[in-house]
């Protein structure tokens, strides 16, 4: 897995999965409890990898590091 998220884009997902803990943890009740934290997780280890991939079957970089072809 080739990194396709550059530094912004992990930092803003870090954030949201911030926010995304704080609303399940907090407001959130019901179905959407599992739906935030859910949410939350995966944007958490996306930035925490640097790979996300929805960005690699759609064709998107963020990553300003030079991509190699295989």
């Given amino acids: ?10 930092i803003i997902r870090l954030v949201l999965a911030a ?3 704080l609303l399940a943890f907090t407001v959130a009740g ?3 409890v599992y739906v935030a934290a859910g ?3 995966v944007m958490l280890l996306t930035a925490a990898i640097g790979f996300c991939p929805l960005y690699a079957l ?4 963020t990553c300003p590091l030079p991509q190699r072809k295989a």
């Fill in 1 to 10: 897995m080739k990194p396709n998220e550059g530094t912004t884009d992990r």
């Fill in 19 to 21: 926010v995304l803990f």
């Fill in 30 to 32: 019901g179905v959407w």
């Fill in 39 to 41: 949410l939350g997780a």
């Fill in 58 to 61: 759609l064709g998107i970089h």
